[in-house]
């Protein structure tokens, strides 16, 4: 059926772009202060009473910490020293001071801080290898053994994608709750998470289809070499057993031979009589 392989190829397409995507979306948001990346960032949290954060609210992102003045405000009064992997840990953020950062961060300073520089480590290997496996599906709308390297790719893909997406969520989530303990507001982003989350499930839809195309074509061509070597050589007899034509048409020489010795025998031994009379 070359239209349901044509949709097939179309569908894991699009699921490879939207994935990479939105990966794309989650590395690079908030590292441009615009419109939407500025959009995204992990934890959102109340740092008034940090003298150090010189900021009423804090967002952390990849990139770094985004000063706000108000906490529904969505434009960053400045995001100073902005760079790749920043980690989520106030005592690193904030110049060291310890004063007013909740004791967590200061006994527990390890947990958040690679938790958060190995998530954005793995979400930017996914989006290389989500990156590649896009690319390997446009090829694979022409060039159908492309989807064995697809399969590859996009398997690593949700490898890495799935342990970012573990490891943000977990070092978020007790980021919130620590500023929760001390009293503070705090939130995690529902866009970013989403975003983050979404694209490991596509990733995973990817991998599931890519799967049992390789194994219902793998099923198929075993079942046609099965024919193609049976075939040629048999066919099936009313009694429902199948002979191979070479044999029986030897068995019909053989028997035609043995007659044929048997009428020269007994004509030997009619000669071999009369002579005796």
């Not at 191979?244 to 071999?272: L, M, W, Y």
Request: aromatic share 14%.
């Amino acid at each position: 059926m070359p239209g349901l392989n044509v949709f097939k190829r179309l569908l894991q397409c699009l699921f490879c772009a939207g994935t990479t995507l939105m990966l794309l979306f989650i590395v690079f948001g908030g590292g441009v202060d615009s419109f939407p990346f500025n959009h995204f960032y992990w934890v959102q949290a109340d740092t008034s009473k940090i003298p150090s954060a010189n900021a009423d609210v804090t967002r952390w992102t990849f990139w770094g910490v985004c000063k706000l003045s108000d906490w529904s405000s969505a434009a960053y009064d400045s995001c100073p020293g902005l760079g790749p992997a920043v980690p989520i840990s106030p005592i690193d953020n904030f110049g060291n001071s310890t004063v007013g950062i909740p004791t967590d961060f200061i006994n527990n300073r390890d947990n958040y801080y690679y938790l958060s520089r190995f998530s954005f480590a793995f979400i930017l290997i996914a989006l290389i290898f989500s990156g590649i496996g896009f690319i390997g599906s446009l090829f694979a709308l022409f060039w159908q053994s492309m989807a064995n390297v697809i399969t590859f790719f996009v398997s690593l893909s949700l490898l890495f994608c799935l342990v970012a997406s573990c490891l943000i969520t977990a070092v978020s989530v007790m980021t919130r709750n620590q500023f929760h303990k001390e009293h503070l507001d705090a939130k995690i982003n529902a866009a970013s998470f989403g975003m983050i989350w979404a694209s490991t499930g596509c990733l995973l839809i990817l991998v599931l289809l890519s799967c049992t195309h390789m194994s219902v074509r793998a099923y198929k061509e075993r079942k046609e070499g099965q024919s193609e070597n049976i075939g040629p050589f048999s066919q099936q007899t009313p009694g429902g057993v199948a002979q191979p034509e070479e044999f029986a048409n030897n068995q019909g020489q053989n028997e035609s031979s043995g007659i044929r010795f048997f009428k020269i025998r007994r004509h030997q031994d009619k000669t071999e009589n009369g002579s005796i009379v």
